[in-house]
Nanobody, 122 residues
Framework: QVQLEESGGGLVQAGGSLRLSCAAS????????VAWFRQAPRKEREFVAA????????LYADSVKGRFTISRDNAKNTVYLQMNSLKPEDTAVYYCASDRVIFRDAGQYDYWGQGTQVTVSS
């Protein structure tokens, strides 16, 4: 059982930056893929980015490519999402999720955090 906790959300102006963190309880954290998803009001949860267990492979949604960077520090059991050049359409609750394999489909992930709100004002 992997327990995940997000932090780092908040209110930021368009063009600004935020860094989200996802802290995990699992000792074998380096064997788990971690992904970020987001869900805006009245919209489906969408894939944002994912990183392999040892950090040698990453995947991004086209909408965030070049602006967001996913990384991990396995010594701290933490995955980060650096978000730059934020836009109002990035406003959503951001969730981290974990499993053994990288998927774009939220339904494939077994472990989820509670989410952190990101609001980008215009």
């Amino acid at each position: 059982q992997v327990q995940l906790e997000e932090s780092g959300g908040g209110l930021v102006q368009a063009g600004g930056s935020l860094r989200l963190s996802c802290a995990a309880s699992e000792r074998a954290f380096s064997t788990y893929v971690v992904a970020w998803f987001r869900q805006a009001p009245r919209k489906e949860r969408e894939f944002v980015a994912a990183i392999s267990g040892i950090g040698d492979s990453t995947l991004y949604a086209d909408s965030v490519k070049g602006r967001f960077t996913i990384s991990r520090d396995n010594a701290k059991n933490t995955v980060y999402l650096q978000m730059n050049s934020l836009k109002p359409e990035d406003t959503a609750v951001y969730y981290c999720a974990s499993d053994r394999v990288i998927f774009r489909d939220a339904g494939q992930y077994d472990y989820w955090g509670q989410g952190t709100q990101v609001t980008v004002s215009s």
